[in-house]
């Protein structure tokens, strides 16, 4: 296509209504004989959080480089807010918290983010600035050198790096690798905050239990391709909720019963419901059971843990293999 016509498909493609952060759809890369990237496609919706997850050598890092124009493909499309990955315009509203990354060690975590700042062109203010830093923990450390930096804090200077020059979508390869305890759950908190601003989070991490808590939806990778993806319950299949109940009467076991599946041993009751994750199912039971006049001793939610299903998954792609 010539100039004029790429600019009419660029015309069309930024016209149309909420186009999803990431689009991408058959991404292949070979490292001389090594395949990273084998056929891979998703999208990510606007104020999405998706998790990208598998194990070392998986290809994600790839991916995630592949979707911002850092590595080309030998096969694949990407759209990044709607362009494509190389345009400028998209690459300006990205986040993006590389895995590995160093800053010039002369520079203040201040200046680290000024520079940001002017090479996205976003129109931040200092006081904004500064409150980023806050944000990330790192108030107190604003006119220190970064290369006197703890491990820890480079990744929260990342961080701030990333979330500065107010993103649409951000990506974030391993933000919590080398965070405390504290730090992972500001995280945690920060990312729900993007979320509720709308903003897309591509989040890449081998610590399970953060993404399961934060991300709408999971692609996991294995040896370049994508082995499952789905939202949690999708994945994660059925729930089940295990209750202590007693003056259980015929009422209220039918109430259960209607409620899904249901078993008892004793006074423990385990109802599985459907996977659809509706929120009022569980407080709309307990409500009947005290109505007929059960006494609830405890309710709990379980199903498998997403680290559970992710083994289950590999390990399955592993015999495929080697039968
Ligand atoms: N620049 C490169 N040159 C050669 N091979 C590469 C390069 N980058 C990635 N690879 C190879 O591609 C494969 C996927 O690597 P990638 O970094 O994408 O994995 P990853 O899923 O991010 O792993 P990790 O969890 O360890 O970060 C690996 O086999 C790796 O050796
Ligand atoms: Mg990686």
Not at 118 to 132: N, T
Not at 157 to 169: C, D, K, Q, S, T
Not at 183 to 203: H, M, Q, W, Y
């Amino acid at each position: 296509m010539t100039g004029p016509a790429l600019d009419a498909v660029d015309r069309v493609l930024a016209e149309l209504p909420e186009t999803p952060a990431v689009w991408c759809s058959g991404l292949r890369k070979r490292y001389r004989r090594q395949t990273a990237v084998d056929g891979v496609s998703f999208t990510v919706g606007r104020g999405e959080v998706l998790g990208l997850l598998g194990p070392n050598g998986a290809g994600k890092t790839s991916v995630i480089k592949i979707l911002l124009g850092l590595v080309r493909p030998d096969a694949g499309e990407v759209l990044l807010l709607g362009r494509p990955a190389r345009d400028p315009r998209s690459r300006a509203r990205v986040g993006y918290l590389p895995e590995l990354f160093r800053y010039q060690p002369w520079l203040t975590a201040t200046e680290v983010l000024d520079l940001h700042v002017r090479l996205s062109g976003a129109a931040v203010p200092a006081a904004e600035r500064r409150e980023c830093l806050a944000l990330v923990g790192l108030a107190d450390r604003a006119r220190d050198r970064v290369g006197g930096f703890s491990k820890g804090m480079q990744q929260r200077l990342g961080l701030a790096v990333a979330l500065v020059a107010r993103p649409e979508f951000v990506v974030l390869d391993e933000p919590t690798s080398a965070l405390d305890p504290l730090g992972r759950a500001d995280v945690r908190d920060l990312l729900l905050s993007l979320k509720d601003r709308n903003v897309a989070v591509l989040l890449n991490s081998h610590l399970i239990g953060e993404v399961e808590r934060v991300c709408d939806r999971v692609v996991i990778l294995d040896k370049g391709r994508v082995a499952a993806s789905g939202t949690l319950p999708e994945l994660l299949g059925r729930r089940e909720l295990r209750l202590r109940l007693d003056g259980v009467g015929p009422d209220a076991e039918a109430r259960l019963a209607a409620a899904g599946a249901l078993t008892r041993s004793g006074d423990a009751f385990t109802v599985t419901l459907p996977a659809e994750d509706d929120a009022a199912i569980v407080p709309a039971l307990v409500a009947d059971l005290v109505r007929l006049g059960v006494r609830v001793h405890a309710v709990e939610p379980g199903r498998i843990s997403l680290e559970e299903r992710l083994l289950d998954i590999l390990r399955a792609g592993d015999t495929e293999e080697h039968p």
